[in-house]
């Protein structure tokens, strides 16, 4: 029999040794952060909310980047061509037929495609009816790949109304079927031109627009009713003086017969002033049959083109009246030495037009709700030729008008 010898146990003991102390990486940082946490002084279930919300702040920042790079590339895709398919045209031989016209016959050329406009002409006891029929191929203003198009139609260069169609909602191939009359006498109407302007409407900014047409109407035979489709054009910049834009929200409340007027603010108003500033206030005046009833005025905002307001009206108005009165909102320049100068003004009622008459609809299908949009200013010429308010005259000491 061989002795025992002590070296069989000393090959033992390292192998087990190294068995012992090979841990593998996962644990090793599965422990790492359980001492970790046992140092925070805080319940696991704290730590757990803590960790989730600090997730979840870094998802919204990640969506919010995302988001402003779309806003950008929408905007950018606004400036580039949009390339449609354009109608094939369908010549008639009288005027009364449907035209649409090759890129031969357009009045207008232009790189961009901006669609196709089918409207109407009818000259008759010094009165001119303009028919918007329908639009076809618009392009897309919107990142869904719609449009949201009305038409604004007008007669230059006197320009006394502007008339504008109902918006019509995420469609590029719209159908107005809309009627608009101008008294104009026949000697002026030689002298004139027809501006039928498509826009994309936008409550919260800036209206684009897409394109519009023109026609001399001193070269348009009025022995027959003209119905023609044909393309829009590139828009004119230097007939157009931007007098500036303004927000503002309505709120109704039947029960309490509560009008309430919020003016917001205000931008990129004309400059009324030597140094190229203005020193901007609003006033919001009620008509009523066809008389000046009720008016207030905000503070006056001292060299700004681009005032911020935030102040409220209410005015007393019942139901029956809510459906004949008109709310005149006009922007002015304030001169201490000198008399006012009125910057631009715009007017909403049953019988306005446009998005003015939307905003007030708006207002009246949503009572107790504030409505708030942006509009852009117009003349006060303009303006008051359509209203045609009667003028009141104050005797002083007895505060009435006459």
């Known amino acids: 029999?061989?002795?025992?010898?002590?070296?069989?146990?000393?090959?033992?003991?390292?192998?087990?040794?190294?068995?012992?102390?090979?841990?593998?990486?996962?644990?090793?940082?599965?422990?790492?952060?359980?001492?970790?946490?046992?140092?925070?002084?805080?319940?696991?279930?704290?730590?757990?909310?803590?960790?989730?919300?600090?997730?979840?702040?870094?998802?919204?920042?990640?969506?919010?980047?995302?988001?402003?790079?779309?806003?950008?590339?929408?905007?950018?895709?606004?400036?580039?061509?949009?390339?449609?398919?354009?109608?094939?045209?369908?010549?008639?031989?009288?005027?009364?037929?449907?035209?649409?016209?090759?890129?031969?016959?357009?009045?207008?050329?232009?790189?961009?495609?901006?669609?196709?406009?089918?409207?109407?002409?009818?000259?008759?006891?010094?009165?001119?009816?303009?028919?918007?029929?329908?639009?076809?191929?618009?392009?897309?203003?919107d990142l869904g790949g719609t449009s949201d198009p009305y038409i604004k139609v007008y007669i230059t260069p006197k320009k006394s109304k502007t008339l504008e169609t109902k918006v019509y909602r995420k469609t590029l191939n719209p159908v107005f079927n809309e009627h608009f009359k101008f008294e104009i006498d026949k000697a002026e109407l030689n002298e004139s031109t027809i501006v039928m302007k498509v826009f994309d409407f936008d409550r919260f900014s800036k209206h684009d627009i897409i394109g519009e047409l023109r026609l001399q109407l001193g070269t348009i035979d009025w022995n027959h009713v003209i119905e023609e489709w044909k393309d829009l054009s590139e828009p004119s910049k230097s007939e157009d003086i931007i007098l500036g834009e303004i927000c503002f929200s309505l709120r109704y409340v039947p029960t309490t017969?509560?009008?309430?007027?919020?003016?917001?603010?205000?931008?990129?108003?004309?400059?009324?002033?030597?140094?190229?500033?203005?020193?901007?206030?609003?006033?919001?005046?009620?008509?009523?049959?066809?008389?000046?009833?009720?008016?207030?005025?905000?503070?006056?905002?001292?060299?700004?083109?681009?005032?911020?307001?935030?102040?409220?009206?209410?005015?007393?108005?019942?139901?029956?009246?809510?459906?004949?009165?008109?709310?005149?909102?006009?922007?002015?320049?304030?001169?201490?030495?000198?008399?006012?100068?009125?910057?631009?003004?715009i007017f909403l009622g049953c019988d306005a037009a446009g998005n003015q008459l939307r905003h007030w609809a708006d207002m009246l299908s949503n009572p107790r709700k504030p409505v708030a949009q942006w509009h852009n200013l117009f003349s006060s010429e303009q303006v008051d030729s359509t209203l045609d308010l009667k003028h009141s005259v104050r005797i002083p000491f007895i505060n009435k008008n006459f």
Not at 1 to 24: D, E, H, R
Not at 269 to 280: N, R, T
């Open 1 to 141: 029999m061989f002795p025992k010898t002590p070296l069989a146990n000393s090959n033992i003991s390292p192998t087990t040794t190294n068995k012992k102390t090979t841990a593998s990486p996962t644990n090793a940082a599965l422990g790492f952060i359980d001492q970790l946490l046992n140092k925070i002084p805080l319940p696991r279930w704290a730590i757990y909310i803590i960790f989730t919300v600090i997730v979840l702040l870094i998802l919204v920042c990640i969506i919010w980047v995302c988001v402003k790079c779309c806003c950008k590339s929408k905007k950018e895709r606004k400036n580039k061509p949009d390339h449609q398919i354009n109608l094939q045209g369908v010549t008639g031989s009288t005027t009364t037929s449907l035209v649409q016209p090759g890129s031969d016959d357009a009045d207008y050329g232009s790189a961009k495609n901006r669609g196709r406009l089918l409207y109407s002409l009818e000259y008759k006891a010094q009165e001119l009816t303009v028919g918007i029929k329908q639009a076809a191929a618009l392009p897309a203003m």
């Open 257 to 345: 017969s509560k009008l309430t007027v919020v003016i917001l603010e205000a931008k990129n108003l004309k400059s009324m002033d030597v140094g190229g500033s203005s020193d901007p206030y609003v006033k919001v005046q009620l008509a009523l049959d066809k008389k000046k009833w009720k008016r207030k005025k905000t503070s006056v905002k001292k060299c700004t083109q681009n005032p911020y307001f935030n102040e409220s009206f209410t005015f007393v108005v019942s139901f029956e009246q809510i459906q004949k009165v008109q709310l005149v909102i006009s922007v002015w320049d304030h001169d201490k030495f000198t008399r006012n100068d009125a910057i631009g003004k």
